[in-house]
């Protein structure tokens, strides 16, 4: 441990989650929907701790926390967001902003620290209204159209209303100085089991995995379900039932080791019991960050629709909906995680790509990012109970404050 620099509080980083925890507390979790009251005061929680860092602080007017520095020399952005899912966790999210005010208040400080830690709290991480609004906004990504159009997905409320009620309403939006940063580092919790059932502490994330998305339709007979005789049926609900197992019998062969697909929503036409389907719909997704990998299990899918359709019974169409490119995470900085792991927590780090989208990714579109993950306990996340035990915590600072130290010493 280099014992010549002051490094990262431990007690001071868990006081601030626990703090951040208070406000609009649910059981052990939190319930922070974007512009919720808890979460208005989290950003401002934010905003009175920043002077703390050197840093300036500022909400813009998409609700994204900013804090910039005076002082010369290189700049590190770093943060996360404070909302939460509904009724859900109190790190994800919080976790990476404390990480990064924590390396703020170390670093910007410290006459023997080359430049200084900006921190940012994105808003709308969790999609309340969209996705990725804040991110996006800041890196240019974001029209006044696109506000227009952002409702809250369970109120139906729109982003405009919310904005002025929240008084952010006709706030200036605040966007990247290019050049400004030397990249943008997040920290977050795992919210998968890898790292705690292999005793590591720190993940090291390679990619954040692209989404493809698709719409299966399958097309038979509607009828009778009394007096329809079960040989002449064209029954679209068990054609798209068939179609979900052959894809988990038929995609492990050409997937990839981290490859993932899910059927997440199937709906039934018309879905009454009493009349077989006519038609059936599927929403279909897979994730990897491996484009390659994609196009090989797109072929798949589109060829097993034609089997179907040629059987004759019901036909299938597949239409993609999102095409998602993976965010690779800069070499650099995965370097500079792994050499602060080595400080803090060696031999207990592992390179992995992140199975959830996160603002790295965004910010990865415009400078160099790196993201860490730290262990949930039982993989177990956008859930009140989400947890990590303290002295995991504790150590993703000291690796955290350490790898912004190394990258901006260049
Ligand atoms: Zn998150």
């Known amino acids: ?44 929680w934010l905003a009175q701790r920043l002077p703390e860092a050197g840093l300036t602080a500022d909400i813009d007017g998409i609700g994204n926390v900013l804090g910039t520095v005076a002082k010369s020399g290189p700049k590190l952005l770093a943060g996360s967001h404070l909302e939460s899912q509904n009724f859900a966790g109190w790190l994800d999210g919080p976790l990476g902003v404390v990480y990064a005010l924590e390396a703020a208040r170390v670093i910007n400080s410290d006459p023997n620290a080359n430049g200084a830690v900006e921190v940012a709290a994105w808003c709308d991480e969790e999609g309340h209204f969209g996705s990725f609004l804040g991110s996006r906004s800041y890196v240019g990504g974001l029209t006044e159209e696109d506000i227009d159009a952002a409702r809250d997905r369970n109120s139906g409320r729109t982003m405009r209303e919310a904005l002025s009620d929240v008084g952010l309403a006709g706030r200036a939006r605040v966007t990247a100085e290019r050049g400004r940063h030397i ?16 005793g590591i502490a720190i993940g090291v994330v390679t990619s954040i995995v692209g989404i493809w998305q698709y719409r299966i339709s399958f097309s038979g007979e509607q009828n009778h379900a009394g007096t329809t005789r079960m040989d002449v049926r064209r029954d679209a609900g068990v054609a798209l039932a068939r179609f979900c197992v052959d894809i988990d019998d038929r995609f492990p ?32 997704q897979i994730r990897d960050d491996d484009p390659g990998v994609i196009d090989r299990l797109e072929v798949l899918l589109r060829s097993m629709a034609a089997e179907v359709s040629a059987r004759g019974r019901c ?22 995680i792994e050499a602060a ?6 031999g207990r780090s592992v390179r992995m790509p992140s199975g959830a989208g996160h603002d790295a990714q965004v910010l990865a579109t415009i400078m160099p990012a790196g993201m860490l993950f730290v262990p949930s306990i039982g993989g177990i996340s956008h859930h009140w109970s989400e947890n990590t035990g303290d002295a995991d915590i504790v150590t993703g600072a000291q690796v955290f404050v350490e790898a912004c130290r190394r990258l901006l010493a260049g």
């Open 341 to 346: 792991s080595l400080a803090f927590a060696e």
């Open 183 to 198: 990249g943008y580092l997040e920290a977050h919790i795992e919210q998968g089991e890898r790292l705690e059932s292999g």
């Open 253 to 284: 062969e050409l997937g990839g080791p981290r490859t993932v697909w899910t059927t997440g929503r199937i709906t039934l036409d018309p879905g009454a019991p009493s009349i077989i389907p006519g038609r059936a719909e599927m929403l279909f």
């Open 1 to 44: 441990m280099p014992d010549n620099r002051s490094h990262a509080d431990g007690a001071r980083v868990l006081a601030d989650l626990n703090a951040l925890r208070s406000i609009g507390a649910y059981k052990t979790g939190v319930h922070k929907p974007t512009f919720s009251e808890p979460h208005m005061r989290s950003l401002e």
């Open 315 to 336: 036909g299938v169409t597949v239409e993609r909906l999102r095409t998602g490119a993976p965010a690779m995470m800069d070499a650099t900085f995965q370097h500079a």
